[in-house]
């Protein structure tokens, strides 16, 4: 069974501070992704990776910033947390290049930005 | 306008009925389509690809109409279990490496006793 896991399900942190959030997959996927998803405007693609140290912008980059140095582990990184990224965090990660490979999640994070 | 866009709900259907959702996306380009489920405070998991030529898997029946833009989704014999969030999604292929996926809001499914 694949398995994706995040560091934490909920999360609470004050404005200004920097945030990090940990996914680490264990079925050897080289694609990895992180969406937040808000009520209304379903999941929404911040960045993902298609390989180690590779990173690209999905739709809403701003704010954020990812790390991956090996190819079990993606971070996403809120550099300066604000109230407006109070969201739900989803990482998932999917095998290779074939337009019809399952993306699979994890359980998700819930950030409250106080 | 949406890539991909879907009717939220909710729909309330009572246990045993057909139930249908639509969906539509914008990108005449897409390559894949997918219906993923989501329960209520859990992640999305994949429910069934949808082929061109149009597949089933047990009560559920996934189309797909690459002239339309539309792709749908049938459940028959609705279950109590079927209850959650429905989510259209499409792969818009608009990147040659790791497969993006365009998700749609979702629709919300409540089946009744």
């Known amino acids: 069974d694949v398995k994706v896991t995040q560091s934490s399900r909920y999360l609470v942190k004050r404005t200004g501070e920097k945030v990090f959030l940990e996914c680490v997959q264990d079925m050897d996927h080289e694609n990895m992704f992180w969406y937040r998803q808000d009520p209304g405007l379903g999941l929404r693609l911040i960045y993902f990776s298609y390989d180690v140290k590779m990173k690209e912008k999905g739709d809403i980059p701003e704010g954020y910033s990812v790390s991956r140095e090996k190819k079990e582990r993606f971070s996403l990184i809120l550099e300066s947390a604000s109230t407006n990224q109070t969201s739900m965090y989803l990482c998932?990660?999917?095998?290779?290049?074939?337009?019809?490979?399952?993306?699979?999640f994890g359980p998700g994070t819930r950030l409250t930005v106080l | 306008r949406k890539e991909v866009e879907q009717d939220p709900g909710p729909f309330n259907v009572p246990e045993g009925a057909t139930v249908a959702f639509n969906c539509t996306y914008s990108?005449?380009?897409?390559?894949?389509f997918f219906w993923y489920r989501q329960d209520c405070r859990k992640e999305p998991k994949l429910l069934m690809s949808v082929y061109s030529s149009g597949n089933e898997d047990g009560r559920f029946t996934a189309q797909l109409n690459r002239a339309s833009q539309y792709i749908s989704l049938l459940i028959r014999d609705s279950k109590l279990s079927d209850s959650a969030t429905y989510l259209c999604?499409?792969?818009?292929?608009?990147?040659?490496?790791?497969?993006?996926?365009?998700f749609g809001q979702g629709t919300r499914l409540t089946i009744n006793p």
């Open positions: 998932a990660s999917s095998s290779g290049l074939a337009v019809y490979n399952e993306q699979f």
């Open positions: 999604v499409v792969n818009p292929r608009q990147y040659q490496g790791a497969q993006k996926l365009v």
């Open positions: 990108n005449s380009a897409s390559q894949s």
